[in-house]
């Protein structure tokens, strides 16, 4: 889809996610809108499907209820309840400040079109996204508790979410924002040393595999590793872009075309 954008705010940049808090950064939140809003207003053909990220509001109370590997219980059932709903309420959150701008939104929500198995999607409706599109709305998903044909129910990153329309959708690029610069040689959280990989081609993508480490933070659904690793299967020929969207102007960059540090990656 032509001028299409699959951008990705990550649980890391969007939610308090390191301090393992149920809380919203909303101060992220407010100038990557804000950003959003401008660079639409620049480049009006720019059409948009927005993935969030859920931090603690999805991994806390999956480790909490004990929902990555089947549901059996009423226990669970109910956590199941309790997870999609802290993560709808990130889906409202990232609404209301989307609204504030006059972006036209429509919450999709993931258990209403992704269906996985053993934890991996088996068919994934990209309509409802393609639907939004065309009427010019930026659809909205998260990371949520999908129907899941062994185990009841199970965890789906908003990564997922990402493969999937850059597979079906075919976008122009896409971007996602975490909380550092993009993907280093080692966690750049835990080795001073660690430096930016500024490309990712064909030639380095095994190599680069085996360096990235894994998320500091709770994360059930795989970490930067496991997020390269399913691009790295998806992406086709899409190009991705990974950024820091805790520094206002980046994603707007992002959008625009402009030169700003990350890792982009080209397969
Ligand atoms: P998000 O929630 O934004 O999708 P994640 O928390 O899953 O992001 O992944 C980002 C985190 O991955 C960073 O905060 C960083 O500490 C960690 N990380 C581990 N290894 C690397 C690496 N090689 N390069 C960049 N980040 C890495």
């Not at 409802?128 to 199970?154: C, F, H, N, Q, R």
């Amino acid at each position: 889809m032509e001028n299409l954008f699959v951008i990705k705010f990550g649980g890391s940049s969007i939610t308090k996610k390191e301090e393992n808090k149920f809380e919203i950064n909303r101060e992220v939140l407010e100038f990557a809108a804000k950003e959003l809003a401008e660079a639409i207003k620049q480049k009006p053909e720019l059409k948009i499907a927005l993935v969030c990220g859920v931090g603690p509001f999805g991994h806390t109370n999956v480790v909490k209820y004990n929902l990555n590997n089947g549901i059996k219980t009423p226990e669970q059932e109910k956590g199941v309840k309790q997870t999609n709903k802290d993560c709808s309420f990130v889906a409202e959150e990232v609404i209301k400040a989307l609204v504030k701008y006059k972006i036209k939104t429509k919450y999709v929500p993931g258990y209403d079109v992704c269906v996985q198995d053993n934890k991996k999607a088996v068919s994934f409706d990209a309509k409802p996204y393609k639907e939004a599109l065309e009427k010019g709305i930026v659809p909205v998903t998260t990371g949520i508790m999908v129907k899941d044909k062994s185990l009841k129910w199970s965890p789906m990153s908003g990564d997922v979410v990402i493969a999937e329309l850059a597979r079906q959708l075919a976008p122009e690029k896409v971007v996602m924002g975490t909380d550092v610069d993009g993907i280093f040689t080692a966690d750049p959280k835990k080795n001073p040393n660690a430096e930016l990989i500024t490309e990712i081609s064909k030639q380095n993508l095994a190599e680069v595999l085996e360096r990235v480490g894994e998320s500091k933070a709770t994360d059930v659904t795989g970490g930067m590793k496991g997020k390269l690793e399913k691009l790295a299967e998806q992406l086709g020929g899409v190009e991705a872009q990974i950024f820091n969207l805790l520094s206002a102007g980046n994603l707007k960059k992002a959008l625009l075309g402009q030169k700003l540090a990350c890792t982009r990656i080209r397969l």
